[in-house]
């Protein structure tokens, strides 16, 4: 119940396309959602975060999208760049300002090709 | 968000031999954690450190195999002993800020340990 899902696996999109990665979880007592970004030998960077009262939150070319009720989430980043090659962690947390730990999916290797 | 610095940045250790890895936050923060990474793979939680009193521990992980000292609100260590080749990885320190100008989880750059 503790376990964050995260698909694809790895994804390969064209300069200029829609990444898109979905993740899912069980637990309703998460309350934050934050997504990483990694990229190779870097630790993991906060790149943008929602909480369960809103839909949608976008900034910049990322936005996040939440269903509540399915317990689901993706991160969509527009008009893909080659910079935006790298690692991406979905998780949850029981609060944004926690005191607890963060529950991290398994990641999705991006490539984004000219 | 918080400035966060490791060392070393990577060490090359001998079966048998132990490693202290140091984590220092440009500010107070209210907690600190330490993860592994294995190559290729998601970031696993190894403990909370706690300031003052002993760090918590997830399942999997022991005190005796990785203690960890926290003295203060900006500075932590972890030390991997015994070391054998499975404990290659990178670790990573973490911390959760105080006030609103550090909200969310924030990683230091890591530390790459390669145990021969």
């Known amino acids: 119940q503790q376990q964050v899902k995260q698909s694809p696996q790895s994804l390969i999109v064209q300069k200029g396309g829609i990444s898109i990665i979905n993740c899912a979880y069980e637990n309703t007592a998460f309350d934050y959602f934050p997504w990483y970004q990694q990229f190779p030998g870097k630790g993991p960077a906060l790149l943008i975060a929602?909480?369960?009262?809103?839909s949608e939150k976008k900034e910049g070319r990322f936005t996040i999208s939440f269903n509540k009720s399915a317990k689901q989430f993706s991160l969509h980043i527009m008009d893909s760049q080659p910079g935006d090659s790298a690692t991406y962690f979905c998780a949850a947390s029981m609060s944004e300002t926690s005191y607890d730990k963060v529950i991290f999916g398994p990641g999705t290797s991006l490539s984004v090709i000219p | 968000s918080a400035v966060i610095s490791q060392k070393p940045s990577r060490d090359i250790c001998q079966r048998g031999t132990s490693l202290t890895i140091q984590c220092q936050v440009d500010?107070?923060?209210?907690?600190m954690f330490w993860y592994r990474q294995q190559p290729g793979q998601s970031l696993t939680l190894i403990a909370t450190?706690?300031?003052?009193?002993?760090?918590?521990?997830e399942s999997g992980f022991v005190i005796d195999k990785f203690p960890i000292s926290r003295p203060n609100l900006t500075f932590s260590t972890l030390t991997v002993s015994n070391m054998s080749p499975e404990d290659s990885s990178i670790y990573l320190c973490?911390?959760?800020?105080?006030?609103?100008?550090?909200?969310?989880?924030?990683f230091g750059p890591g530390t790459r340990l390669t145990v021969t």
């Open positions: 929602i909480r369960p009262d809103v």
């Open positions: 973490s911390v959760v800020g105080r006030g609103a100008n550090i909200r969310g989880q924030y």
């Open positions: 500010s107070q923060v209210t907690m």
């Open positions: 450190a706690n300031q003052g009193s002993e760090a918590t521990y």
